[in-house]
């Protein structure tokens, strides 16, 4: 793979890590084969550990069905937004939407805490042009289980939006502003889900819910979706099946096609990713697909792109007729 040539750059100084915090493109841009290109700045990646531990307050805050319900419903609409446009769309174009649809489920999927639109897309193209091969950003096979489960993107080459892979998305200015400051939204959707907490609290107290208690519990919803979508980096080069002979180690799970919303249909997708739908057959859920062409019916996505003949047998394509 070709790189993007970068002087490795002294180990920057706390001061610009926090700035980061905020300003995610103030990141010192490290080349992918600098001798500290895989360090991990522990000031930095705070926000990732504090998340972690904020899950901890559940045994302060309890539970209440409004809380726990709220978290469920935030890791399935946030799920269908990762799955559906920062991968399906942003990463793939796969299928075509307005501005707006495409500005909306963009913010929806940055209050994933799963850093911006840009950074995701731009990594994950790399990961397909690599698959499995030295400069892919989590690969598994080449660097084990953590690594490519969390550890990859918080190492200091993968901070960076790698903006010369996506030409295309950058020429609007709305998303250059969600992924640049990536952490308004988690925190709108924080002060949100506070402020709603607060407000139950008060007028419909028979709840049993308060701020903190659903701050919390959307914490705890975020953190379970950060597990989720890495499982797909993670376990889906290593455990499932193979339909297809990729020149990587992609695999197919139902579990983690049920828990991603479809995702887990990933030797599929690696053998045909510029189709909108990865499961392929009937019995192989993937809700996110579902979901898209319901909003195909209200023209809010259009031109899905379909699964092409090629990946089912003679029998299978006399069946359906193509």
């Known amino acids: 793979m070709s790189r993007q040539v970068l002087e490795a750059e002294p180990r920057p100084a706390a001061g610009k890590n926090l700035i980061a915090w905020f300003d995610s493109w103030a990141v010192t841009a490290v080349a992918d084969d600098a001798p500290d290109a895989r360090r991990i700045d522990l000031v930095r990646i705070a926000p990732f550990i504090a998340l972690h531990l904020a899950c901890l307050g559940v045994i302060w805050v309890g539970w209440s069905p409004v809380a726990v319900i709220t978290a469920v419903a935030l890791y399935v609409v946030r799920m269908f937004a990762i799955t559906a446009f920062y991968h399906r769309y942003f990463a793939h174009r796969t299928f075509e939407t307005s501005r707006v649809a495409q500005f909306c489920f963009a913010a929806l999927g940055a209050s994933s805490a799963q850093r911006g639109p840009l950074w995701w897309a731009a990594?994950?193209?790399?990961?397909?042009?690599?698959s499995d091969l030295e400069g892919d950003p989590h690969s598994p096979k080449l660097y084990g289980f953590w690594w490519s489960h969390c550890l990859w993107f918080l190492a200091r080459a993968n901070f960076r939006t790698r903006r010369e892979e996506i030409k295309d998305l950058v020429r609007y200015p709305e998303l250059v502003w969600l992924d640049r400051f990536d952490a308004v939204m988690p925190l709108v959707l924080f002060g949100s889900l506070f402020g709603a907490g607060e407000l139950l609290a008060a007028y419909v107290p028979g709840l049993g819910t308060d701020g903190l208690?659903?701050?919390?519990?959307g914490i705890v919803s975020t953190v379970v979706l950060y597990h989720g979508t890495f499982t797909i980096n993670s376990l889906a080069h290593v455990f499932g099946r193979r339909r297809f002979e990729?020149?990587?180690t992609s695999r197919n799970s139902f579990l983690l096609a049920l828990i991603t919303l479809g995702e887990g249909w990933h030797n599929n997708h690696h053998r045909y990713p510029g189709t909108v739908r990865q499961g392929m057959r009937w019995w192989e859920i993937d809700v996110s697909w579902y979901a898209l062409v319901v909003l195909s019916w209200f023209g809010i996505v259009r031109d899905l792109r379909p699964v092409p003949s090629a990946a089912f047998s003679p029998p299978e394509r006399a069946r359906r007729g193509t």
């Open 246 to 248: 990729t020149t990587d």
């Open 213 to 217: 208690q659903m701050l919390v519990w």
């Open 123 to 130: 990594h994950h193209r790399v990961h397909h042009r690599r």
